[in-house]
């Protein structure tokens, strides 16, 4: 039965740079997704209630009409007939049935998309993965008229590798004769491209800023098989948690009647305000897919804000300049603000908060302390900032629950990053961004953006995207002062 999978597996790597069939992928993709809605990522929970009535929120509040049109359920919802063998939906998450569902979706004027996994099993087990029924299970969504695939990397079948059996459902699902969008965690070679439409290029993306950043870094990594071209795949950042993940960190399970999530509209950011801005500013100027995975109802000013910024939204489906994205230098950061602190010999036993970068309250003697003499320092309770820790300033700026330990020290100033992307109007988008603890002056010299003949001493036109104002008219570069974890965003075009 594997034998001819495996085989078909052979010929796909061997036809390495081929474009994979079909017309999906031509331009990124946009949406909403149910991973952390109304609980804390990690807690996967959905139901056909739900799911309709954000994609009702959706429509009305406009974000359909900007392009967000994937509605996307996670590892929540798929069982495995122990009788049949066929997939199904949970018959008490989803009491219409799949297909009724899935109808119901597209005739609000989404597209739909659904999880299934590499192993029997999915990520949130008892829900079911595909193996080893990736064809009939490929059957079954184009029965249903499924129109995106999530191929998750769990419960891996011994005797193959990643590759293999994630090609095997590429090719599946094209057996259908069907165009599905197919994403998948990528192994970093061009196959992925080859046998898929998207793919994850690093972990799980959860909400707090040591998971963003680590995202951040990673697109810094630029591959030639990215981007709009029939021979490439978009790389996939995984979501975004404008305004803040759901609430419920208890998993209410995948049995019948266990209790449900957060209520509809309650987030719990794991954030700031400056991190989601970069969260979203990072994605859309070097990834190749917006997908929300917080909650879109009783909307903040905030995410609408950041969701309806139509600006930022045209320079991630300009596709033109999509493979001359570049990180392409640290921006000559010059710390701005408080410099850091000298200390007297043996003379400082401080320990105070100087700069609040969590949600959680930061409390001295409760949510922080210090050891002077050992010159370390503890924080607790989601407690992250910077500090006066025995006279120096000190960064302790950890994720996740517990008590965190760090060395009193200086902070370090760098953290610096220029972003580039031209745009079809001859101009380019730049993000000026800070991954660092302290408030920076960067700049983007003009004779350094990518698919450009600019000069130092070309002139352009500056507009700030994120306040929506011209800035005025540059010669050779432009600076900006952006927060720590912040990010401040530019058009650059021919002055009129």
């Known amino acids: 039965m594997w034998t001819a999978r495996v085989s078909l597996v052979a010929a796909a790597l061997l036809s390495v740079g081929e474009a994979r069939q079909g017309q999906k992928g031509r331009s990124p993709l946009m949406g909403w997704n149910t991973w952390c809605t109304q609980n804390t990522c990690g807690v996967d929970w959905c139901t056909s209630s739900e799911v309709l009535d954000v994609a009702k929120t959706i429509k009305e509040n406009g974000m359909l009409a900007l392009g967000y049109d994937h509605i996307n359920l996670d590892d929540c919802w798929g069982e495995r007939n122990s009788t049949t063998g066929q997939i199904e939906g949970d018959p008490v998450r989803f009491p219409e049935g799949m297909p009724a569902f899935i109808a119901k979706l597209h005739d609000m004027g989404f597209k739909f998309g659904l999880y299934t996994d590499i192993g029997p099993n999915g990520c949130h087990h008892p829900f079911t993965g595909s193996f080893p029924y990736y064809q009939r299970d490929a059957n079954t969504f184009k029965e249903w008229n499924v129109d995106y695939v999530k191929f998750d990397g ?185 410099t850091p602190i000298t200390p007297a010999p043996n003379a400082s036993s401080s320990c105070k908060l100087l700069h609040q970068a969590s949600h959680a309250k930061c409390i001295a003697g409760k949510s922080f302390d210090c050891d002077t003499a050992a010159k370390t320092m503890w ?90 104002a011209d800035v005025g008219v540059s010669t050779g570069s432009y600076s900006a002062v952006v927060r720590s974890h912040g990010t401040e965003m530019f058009k650059l075009t021919a002055p009129k």
């Open 379 to 468: 924080t607790s309770d989601g407690c992250r900032g910077e500090f006066d820790c025995a006279g120096y300033t000190t960064e302790c700026n950890v994720d996740g629950d517990g008590k965190h330990t760090c060395d009193c020290k200086n902070a370090a100033t760098g953290g610096g990053q220029v972003w580039v992307r031209p745009t079809a109007d001859g101009g380019a988008a730049v993000a000026l961004h800070n991954g660092g603890t302290v408030a920076l002056k960067l700049t983007v010299q003009f004779d350094t953006i990518t698919g450009r003949s600019w000069t130092a001493g070309t002139e352009l036109a500056v507009r700030d995207v994120w306040a929506h």
């Open 154 to 338: 769990c419960d891996l079948p011994s005797g193959y590798t990643p590759e293999q059996l994630t090609c095997n459902m590429s090719n599946a699902l094209l057996n259908t004769g069907d165009d599905f969008w197919f994403n998948f965690h990528c192994w970093h070679t061009d196959t992925c491209a080859t046998c898929g439409t998207s793919f994850r290029v690093y972990d799980d993306h959860h909400d707090n800023w040591g998971s963003t950043s680590g995202v951040i870094k990673f697109l810094q990594n630029r591959q030639p098989f990215w981007g709009p071209n029939p021979q490439d795949g978009w790389p996939d950042p995984d979501f975004i948690y404008t305004g803040g993940q759901g609430c419920n960190s208890t998993d209410p399970g995948p049995n019948h009647g266990n209790p449900g999530p957060s209520p509809p509209g309650v987030r719990c950011p794991g954030q700031t305000e400056d991190e989601y801005i970069s969260e979203f500013s990072i994605w859309a100027i070097a990834g190749g897919q917006i997908v929300l995975s917080s909650d879109p109802r009783n909307m903040s000013d905030f995410q609408k804000k950041v969701l309806f910024n139509t600006e930022i939204l045209n320079v991630f489906n300009d596709t033109s300049g999509f493979k001359d994205v570049k990180m392409v230098g640290d921006g000559n950061g010059t710390p701005v603000g408080p």
